[in-house]
């Protein structure tokens, strides 16, 4: 492959890979998407997993349904209306019917930027609101899990009669995987509930592809439980962004019935770690901003050598997407003084977005090509480069004869092993 394409933002990069290498592409199985993806969804609702229907929940008088933010990209459009056509069918009035966005701790959206998240007539039709996870008097707790989290979730989502969880099951670098209850119990949840799951990242079994001893993963399905999400309504996409797979029902049945059909796309086996990668999350949204983009470096480190040389190209245009983290990172000096400050000051949202970058970046040479300003990109500890082209010729000029390159266009949600 002399030649690629590599998403950039809401365009592509193309570049010429020349050279003595072996060049390897990391991408996604090549599959046909749903040929009626509304009908797939239909077929979901008409086939749930897990022993619960909707039928069960006829004539409730509030329904909440989570649904991601702006940095998630879930065809809400395909998935929302069989949901709604089928929660009318067994008496649910759409005055009944409130939507959340999940937002986590990224900040709460505001009402114009709704119609970057829901389908016009949605928003029309039925109440809408934003969680804020720093808004207490919006939250309610409902305990502690085993593993200590406290509780915090958003009293609307908690009041409601039946509780539904809408989203995509996509590969997580320290949660394993997204989907079921984590968009209702992650994106809905308060600050403390946040720090306290997130905290396990550092745990050697938190991470990408890993389910069922993921204590993280665990941790949030136990909130699921204790707050009773009933529903899940799922899709599987591919890096078309398209709908390949559907399943609803009991959140956890969803999961398990839904990753191993991720598993098929996404999991790709790597002969031996590569001397240089060159990835991107996959374009937007995954690269709306560095918060997100990060994940795909962490990807890659998993078979990067190391010393070895990452071209992370993520377009950014909202920049960082996280005031707690710029605040904390800027005045580092390096990687080594983010990961020694990160151990003594403890695990905080924000912070941990620099040191998951310190941890890669101190690992291997990290390239950035981004529509981030160059000095502030430095001030972040990384290297600016002003095009792919410019990056890629640094990278490869001291590269010897045989030297394997990996290509991960849609890095964000490849899952790369080693075998």
């Known amino acids: 492959m ?6 950039y933002g809401r365009t592509h990069l193309t570049a010429q890979l020349d050279g003595p290498f072996q060049i390897e592409l990391l991408a996604p199985a090549q599959v046909t998407p749903a040929p009626d993806p509304a009908q797939a969804v239909r077929v979901a609702l008409d086939n749930p997993v897990g022993g619960i229907q909707l039928d069960n929940f006829a004539g409730a008088h509030s329904v909440a349904i989570a649904v991601n933010d702006k940095t998630r990209p879930v065809p809400h459009d395909v998935l929302l209306p069989p949901l709604l056509e089928r929660l009318e069918k067994i008496g649910v009035s759409p005055a009944a019917i409130t939507f959340i966005i999940a937002t986590g701790l990224h900040g709460p959206m505001r009402q114009d930027e709704f119609p970057e998240v829901l389908p016009a007539e949605v928003l029309m ?3 809408v609101l934003s969680h804020n ?8 707790c409902v305990g502690h899990t085993q593993r200590g989290t406290p509780i915090w979730i958003n009293r609307f989502f908690a009041q409601a009669n039946l509780r539904i969880a809408v989203g995509n099951i996509e590969p997580h670098q ?8 984590k968009t209702a119990v992650i994106g809905l949840a308060g600050r403390k509930t946040i720090d306290h799951n997130h905290a396990m990242m550092l745990d050697p079994h938190a991470n990408i592809g890993r389910y069922e001893d993921n204590p993280m993963r665990q941790d949030v399905e136990e909130i699921g439980r ?20 559907v399943v609803a029902g009991e959140p956890q049945a969803v999961m398990k019935y839904g990753i191993p059909k991720l598993l098929e796309l996404y999991q790709i086996r790597v002969a031996a770690p590569f001397d240089l990668m060159i990835v991107s999350p996959g374009g937007h949204p995954k690269d709306i901003n560095l918060y997100q983009a990060q994940k795909a470096l962490a990807h890659a480190t998993l078979v990067t050598k190391k010393g070895g040389v990452v071209i992370f190209i993520a377009a950014c245009p909202e920049g960082t997407g996280s005031k707690s983290y710029e605040d904390w990172v800027l005045g580092m000096t ?5 990961l020694e400050r990160f151990k003594r000051e403890g695990f905080r949202i924000g912070p941990h977005k620099a040191f998951q970058i310190s941890r890669d970046a101190s690992r291997e040479r990290v390239l950035m090509v981004t529509e981030i300003p160059p000095d502030f990109v430095k001030r972040l500890l990384l290297t600016p480069y002003p095009s792919l ?10 590269l010897p004869a045989g030297s394997r390159i990996g290509v991960m266009p849609w890095a964000n949600t490849t899952i790369p092993l080693l075998s």
Request: no cysteine; charged share 25%.
């Open 389 to 398: 082209d410019a990056a890629l010729e640094e990278a490869v000029k001291n």
């Open 334 to 338: 390096s990687h080594e003084a983010v």
């Open 174 to 181: 320290f949660m394993g995987f997204s989907g079921g209850v």
């Open 2 to 7: 002399p030649q690629f394409q590599i998403p």
């Open 125 to 127: 039709r039925y109440r």
């Open 133 to 140: 996870s720093d808004d207490e008097n919006n939250l309610v």
């Open 226 to 245: 204790m707050v009773g999400v009933h529903f899940a309504l799922n899709d599987v996409l591919n890096e078309k962004k398209q709908i390949v797979h």
